[in-house]
């Protein structure tokens, strides 16, 4: 049962709405899907910069001590730097061929579907009906969060999560 936490997709519904606040909320898109070494190599020049960029505002309020050591740890390997990049890169190509040839089939499996209602996500699209123009079973809603669910709201996440899976 797949579940998507403040990520909208079919990306064909984001890249032809990508306007100046979507890039702007969004700029590591287009930073991490750059060839390959550049953005790997920026991030690993400075790795408690770029993650303090891309956290934005959960930190510190919202990230723990040992949990930022953890996304710390992680962004410290080159490996881990580089598929997070070729993730993005995905995201920009050749997911778009994927979802182009899905266009006339919907998702069979129950689908759960979260996002942050303070985040563009919540504020700039009807999730539900964007997802549910791409699968036959969707259920899910808005938190008070921004995109940082797990971070910002973890026990409703994991409220919703589980009611989701118990199901």
Not at 142 to 148: C, F, N, Q, T, Y
Request: proline share 7%.
């Amino acid at each position: 049962m797949p579940s998507s936490l403040d990520c909208l997709k079919p990306k064909y519904r984001r890249v032809p709405t990508a306007d100046r606040e979507f890039a702007t909320a969004y700029f590591h898109w287009f930073f991490l899907i750059l060839p390959a070494r550049f953005p790997e190599t920026l991030i690993g020049n400075n790795v408690d910069a770029v993650l303090k960029l891309f956290m934005g505002p959960v930190m510190p309020k919202f990230i723990e001590p040992d949990a930022y050591a953890e996304y710390r740890r992680c962004f410290s390997d080159p490996a881990t730097i580089h598929a997070s990049c070729e993730d993005y890169r995905a995201a920009a190509s050749i997911d778009l061929v994927h979802d182009e040839a899905d266009m006339d089939r919907k998702i069979s499996c129950p689908v759960l579907v979260l996002w942050g209602m303070k985040g563009l996500i919540g504020r700039k699209y009807d999730v539900l009906a964007i997802w549910r123009d791409r699968a036959t079973q969707v259920a899910g809603s808005g938190l008070e969060s921004s995109h940082w669910l797990a971070e910002e709201v973890p026990d409703e996440t994991l409220a919703e999560l589980k009611r989701f899976l118990a199901a």
